[in-house]
C-alpha cells in the first residue's frame, strides 16, 4: 500500500502512543453525558460535562490550546490548558500526547468544566481527555483567505459521493438532507397509519419481473438453478395482498432497473407503494395532495420549498390536466384516435428520436416527454393516459380508449404514478400479451405475463386504486437538491481508479519531508529549502505531481505546492 508522507507520519505517532502505553483503538465503553447540542441549550457556568467526538481544529500556544470538537450534534470551542490536565511535575499528558501525537481528526472523550471566553464564547475546560480513536487519514482542511475565499474544501461530487463518510465530516450540512430524508419517511408512516393503512414487505427477489416497463438485473439461485430478477417494482405482491383482504397496504421498497444513471436516475432507489381497496383514482388524487402538503410541513416547516429558481407550492388541490390536452397545448396535435404509424411520423417531424421497437405507448410517453413535461412546474395531475401507456390501469369508464390514470408533476419531472387499478383477469391477460407483442419486436422494457398473478385476479380484487412514489426525487424537490446523488448517502458509482504504485527517489522524499507540516507553502520557498538543483527539482516536482501526490495552484499571482 502507498502510504502519503502524513500517512507515515501518523502511523509513527501511533507506535509512540503504543510505546507510552496507550491504546489508540481502546474497547472499553466512553460513557457520555453530554452533547454539544445539549451543552448548548443547557448552558451554565462551571457546569460538569462529558463528551466524545472529532477534533477538527487547534490552535497551540505554548502551555495553552484553544480547540474545536466536533459530534453528531455540531461543534463546541474546548480549551486544554497544561495545568488543568497535568496538576501535578508530569506534564507529558499535554506536552507529548496532546501537542505532538494528537492530529486533526482524532476522536477523543473529554471531561471538564464550562465557562465563557471574553468573546462570549460557550467553552468547555479540558480537566481530562482520553484518546478513543487514533485518524490515519488527514481530513480534507478547508482555509480561507484574508478575502473570504475557501480554498481546498471538499467539494468534488466524486469524491464526495464516493467518501460519504468524509463528505459527512468536514461538510456537517450534508447531514441535514438525510435528516430531512428520514422525517420524509416518518411523515408519510404517519399519514398511511393514521388512515388506517398496513406496512408490509415483498420480495426483492422474484422469479418475474413485474409491476413495471423497466429492464431488470438478472441473477442465478443456484440451489434452484433458476434465474431471478432484482425487484423493479412491488406492485403485483401489493396486489395479491388487497386480493388477500387487506383493505390497505403499503410499502417502502428498494427497487432496481438496470438502465442509464444520470442527475435524476440511479439503478437502486427507493419507492413507496400504496394500494387502498374499494378507492378510484379521483380519491387517489385527494389523497396524494394531502399527503405531500403533509409530507412538506413536516419536513420544512412550511408548504413551501425551493427547488433552484422556484418556489414549490405543496398546498393542495393541485391542478388536474389531460395528457391529450397537455400535448395538444404544446405541440398542437391531437393524439386521439392517431395510428401506431401516425404517431411515429409526428413524433420524427418534430425532432424525436423515434425506431420500429415502439409501440403507441412509447411513442406518445417520448412525444409528452420531450415537449410537455418541462411545462409543469407546480404540482400538476397529468390524467387520463391512453391505453398503450397503462397496461396495469383500468379502461376509463367515459373516454374510449384512455385509462384511469394520473402521474404527478413538479419542476418537469414525475414524482408520483397512480391507478384505478385494473382488476379484470381477462382484459389484463390480454394487456401482458399486448406487452409481450411488444418484446418480441425488440422492446426490453416491455412486462412480463405473470401467470401467479392472473390467478390470484381471478380469485377476484376489489375496486382498488394504487400509489407510486419515488421517495428519492421527492426529497430532491424538498432539499433544493438537483442532483439524485445528494441526497441518497451511497450512489452507485463507476469503479475507482486504482493509484498507480510509485518508486519515490531520494528528491521526491525531499520535497515530501518539506511538505509533511500539511500546510500550502510557495514553491519557490519549497524549491529553496529542497537545495535541489533546477534539473533535480524539475523531474522530482513532476514526478509528484503527475502522480497526484502533491498539488500546485495559483492564488494571487503565487505558485503554491502542498501535498494532495
Same mark, same amino acid.
Not at 505532538?100 to 477523543?108: A, M, R, S, V
Not at 396486489?239 to 417502502?252: A, C, M, N, T, W
Not at 381471478?458 to 432539499?479: K, W
Given at each position: 500500500?502507498?502510504?502519503?508522507?502524513?500517512?507515515?507520519?501518523?502511523?509513527?505517532?501511533?507506535?509512540?502512543?503504543?510505546?507510552?502505553?496507550?491504546?489508540?483503538?481502546?474497547?472499553?465503553?466512553?460513557?457520555?453525558?453530554?452533547?454539544?447540542?445539549?451543552?448548548?441549550?443547557?448552558?451554565?457556568?462551571?457546569?460538569?460535562?462529558?463528551?466524545?467526538?472529532?477534533?477538527?481544529?487547534?490552535?497551540?500556544?505554548?502551555?495553552?490550546?484553544?480547540?474545536?470538537?466536533?459530534?453528531?450534534?455540531?461543534?463546541?470551542?474546548?480549551?486544554?490548558?497544561?495545568?488543568?490536565?497535568?496538576?501535578?511535575?508530569?506534564?507529558?499528558?499535554?506536552?507529548?500526547?496532546?501537542?505532538?501525537?494528537?492530529?486533526?481528526?482524532?476522536?477523543?472523550?473529554?471531561?471538564?468544566?464550562?465557562?465563557?471566553?471574553?468573546?462570549?464564547?460557550?467553552?468547555?475546560?479540558?480537566?481530562?481527555?482520553?484518546?478513543?480513536?487514533?485518524?490515519?487519514?488527514?481530513?480534507?482542511?478547508?482555509?480561507?483567505?484574508?478575502?473570504?475565499?475557501?480554498?481546498?474544501?471538499?467539494?468534488?461530487?466524486?469524491?464526495?459521493?464516493?467518501?460519504?463518510?468524509?463528505?459527512?465530516?468536514?461538510?456537517?450540512?450534508?447531514?441535514?438532507?438525510?435528516?430531512?430524508?428520514?422525517?420524509?419517511?416518518?411523515?408519510?408512516?404517519?399519514?398511511?397509519?393514521?388512515?388506517?393503512?398496513?406496512?408490509?414487505?415483498?420480495?426483492?427477489?422474484?422469479?418475474?419481473?413485474?409491476?413495471?416497463?423497466?429492464?431488470?438485473?438478472?441473477?442465478?439461485?443456484?440451489?434452484?438453478?433458476?434465474?431471478?430478477?432484482?425487484?423493479?417494482?412491488?406492485?403485483?405482491?401489493?396486489?395479491?395482498?388487497?386480493?388477500?383482504?387487506?383493505?390497505?397496504?403499503?410499502?417502502?421498497?428498494?427497487?432496481?432497473?438496470?438502465?442509464?444513471?444520470?442527475?435524476?436516475?440511479?439503478?437502486?432507489?427507493?419507492?413507496?407503494?400504496?394500494?387502498?381497496?374499494?378507492?378510484?383514482?379521483?380519491?387517489?388524487?385527494?389523497?396524494?395532495?394531502?399527503?405531500?402538503?403533509?409530507?412538506?410541513?413536516?419536513?420544512?416547516?412550511?408548504?413551501?420549498?425551493?427547488?433552484?429558481?422556484?418556489?414549490?407550492?405543496?398546498?393542495?388541490?393541485?391542478?388536474?390536466?389531460?395528457?391529450?390536452?397537455?400535448?395538444?397545448?404544446?405541440?398542437?396535435?391531437?393524439?386521439?384516435?392517431?395510428?401506431?404509424?401516425?404517431?411515429?411520423?409526428?413524433? /420524427?417531424?418534430?425532432?424525436? *428520436?423515434?425506431? @420500429?421497437? +415502439?409501440?403507441? #405507448? %412509447?411513442? $406518445?410517453?417520448?412525444?409528452?416527454? !420531450?415537449?410537455?413535461?418541462?411545462?409543469?412546474?407546480?404540482?400538476?395531475?397529468?390524467?387520463?393516459?391512453?391505453?398503450?401507456?397503462?397496461?396495469?390501469?383500468?379502461?376509463?369508464?367515459? /373516454?374510449?380508449?384512455?385509462? *384511469?390514470?394520473? @402521474?404527478? +408533476?413538479?419542476? #418537469? %419531472?414525475? $414524482?408520483?404514478?397512480?391507478?384505478? !387499478?385494473?382488476?379484470?383477469?381477462?382484459?389484463?391477460?390480454?394487456?401482458?400479451?399486448?406487452?409481450?407483442?411488444?418484446?418480441?419486436?425488440?422492446?426490453?422494457?416491455?412486462?412480463?405475463?405473470?401467470?401467479?398473478?392472473?390467478?390470484?385476479? @381471478?380469485?377476484?380484487?376489489?375496486?382498488?386504486?394504487?400509489?407510486?412514489?419515488?421517495?428519492?426525487?421527492?426529497?430532491?424537490?424538498?432539499?433544493?437538491?438537483?442532483?439524485?446523488?445528494?441526497?441518497?448517502?451511497?450512489?452507485?458509482?463507476?469503479?475507482?481508479?486504482?493509484?498507480?504504485?510509485?518508486?519515490?527517489?531520494?528528491?521526491?522524499?525531499?520535497?515530501?519531508?518539506?511538505?509533511?507540516?500539511?500546510?500550502?507553502?510557495?514553491?519557490?520557498?519549497?524549491?529553496?529549502?529542497?537545495?535541489?538543483?533546477?534539473?533535480?527539482?524539475?523531474?522530482?516536482?513532476?514526478?509528484?505531481?503527475?502522480?497526484?501526490?502533491?498539488?500546485?495552484?495559483?492564488?494571487?499571482?503565487?505558485?503554491?505546492?502542498?501535498?494532495?
Amino acid at each position: 500500500m502507498q502510504l502519503s508522507e502524513q500517512e507515515i507520519i501518523r502511523r509513527e505517532k501511533l507506535n509512540k502512543l503504543t510505546e507510552m502505553g496507550i491504546n489508540a483503538f481502546p474497547a472499553e465503553e466512553y460513557t457520555i453525558t453530554d452533547t454539544t447540542e445539549s451543552i448548548k441549550q443547557d448552558f451554565s457556568e462551571n457546569k460538569q460535562v462529558k463528551i466524545a467526538g472529532r477534533l477538527m481544529s487547534r490552535r497551540i500556544q505554548g502551555k495553552a490550546s484553544f480547540a474545536e470538537l466536533q459530534d453528531s450534534k455540531g461543534k463546541i470551542q474546548v480549551y486544554f490548558n497544561r495545568d488543568e490536565i497535568c496538576p501535578g511535575e508530569d506534564k507529558e499528558l499535554y506536552n507529548e500526547v496532546y501537542k505532538h501525537l494528537l492530529d486533526i481528526g482524532d476522536i477523543i472523550g473529554i471531561e471538564g468544566t464550562l465557562f465563557t471566553t471574553q468573546v462570549g464564547e460557550m467553552t468547555i475546560l479540558v480537566k481530562n481527555f482520553t484518546l478513543l480513536t487514533k485518524a490515519l487519514r488527514p481530513l480534507p482542511q478547508a482555509k480561507t483567505d484574508e478575502n473570504g475565499v475557501v480554498h481546498d474544501g471538499f467539494t468534488d461530487p466524486e469524491l464526495r459521493y464516493r467518501q460519504r463518510y468524509v463528505d459527512l465530516t468536514v461538510n456537517p450540512q450534508v447531514k441535514e438532507i438525510f435528516v430531512k430524508r428520514t422525517k420524509m419517511f416518518n411523515a408519510m408512516r404517519t399519514f398511511f397509519n393514521d388512515a388506517g393503512y398496513f406496512e408490509v414487505e415483498t420480495p426483492i427477489l422474484q422469479s418475474i419481473p413485474g409491476g413495471a416497463a423497466a429492464k431488470p438485473f438478472i441473477t442465478h439461485h443456484n440451489a434452484l438453478d433458476i434465474p431471478l430478477y432484482l425487484r423493479i417494482a412491488n406492485e403485483l405482491y401489493l396486489k395479491r395482498l388487497i386480493v388477500g383482504g387487506f383493505d390497505g397496504v403499503y410499502e417502502f421498497s428498494k427497487n432496481f432497473r438496470n438502465e442509464g444513471m444520470d442527475r435524476t436516475h440511479n439503478p437502486e432507489f427507493t419507492a413507496m407503494e400504496i394500494y387502498v381497496a374499494y378507492k378510484d383514482y379521483n380519491w387517489m388524487m385527494d389523497f396524494t395532495e394531502k399527503l405531500l402538503e403533509f409530507c412538506a410541513t413536516q419536513v420544512n416547516g412550511s408548504t413551501e420549498s425551493t427547488f433552484g429558481e422556484h418556489t414549490i407550492n405543496w398546498t393542495a388541490p393541485y391542478p388536474r390536466v389531460s395528457m391529450t390536452e397537455a400535448i395538444q397545448k404544446y405541440t398542437g396535435f391531437d393524439i386521439t384516435g392517431k395510428t401506431e404509424q401516425e404517431l411515429f411520423d409526428f413524433a /420524427k417531424s418534430i425532432g424525436i *428520436e423515434v425506431n @420500429e421497437t +415502439m409501440g403507441k #405507448g %412509447k411513442l $406518445i410517453d417520448e412525444i409528452f416527454g !420531450e415537449k410537455c413535461e418541462g411545462n409543469f412546474i407546480q404540482p400538476t395531475f397529468i390524467t387520463d393516459y391512453p391505453i398503450e401507456m397503462s397496461p396495469l390501469t383500468k379502461k376509463h369508464r367515459s /373516454k374510449e380508449g384512455l385509462t *384511469e390514470r394520473f @402521474e404527478l +408533476m413538479v419542476c #418537469g %419531472k414525475e $414524482i408520483a404514478n397512480a391507478y384505478s !387499478e385494473l382488476n379484470d383477469p381477462i382484459d389484463q391477460r390480454e394487456r401482458f400479451e399486448s406487452q409481450m407483442a411488444l418484446s418480441e419486436r425488440g422492446d426490453d422494457e416491455a412486462m412480463f405475463i405473470d401467470q401467479d398473478f392472473l390467478r390470484a385476479l @381471478e380469485y377476484g380484487m376489489p375496486p382498488t386504486s394504487g400509489l407510486g412514489i419515488g421517495m428519492d426525487r421527492l426529497i430532491m424537490f424538498l432539499t433544493n437538491n438537483a442532483s439524485i446523488q445528494e441526497v441518497l448517502f451511497f450512489p452507485q458509482m463507476r469503479p475507482e481508479k486504482t493509484v498507480p504504485q510509485v518508486e519515490l527517489g531520494e528528491d521526491e522524499k525531499v520535497i515530501l519531508e518539506i511538505l509533511k507540516s500539511g500546510e500550502q507553502l510557495p514553491l519557490n520557498d519549497v524549491k529553496q529549502q529542497s537545495q535541489l538543483s533546477g534539473k533535480k527539482w524539475d523531474k522530482a516536482s513532476k514526478t509528484l505531481t503527475k502522480n497526484n501526490l502533491v498539488k500546485v495552484e495559483k492564488i494571487d499571482e503565487v505558485l503554491l505546492m502542498k501535498l494532495v
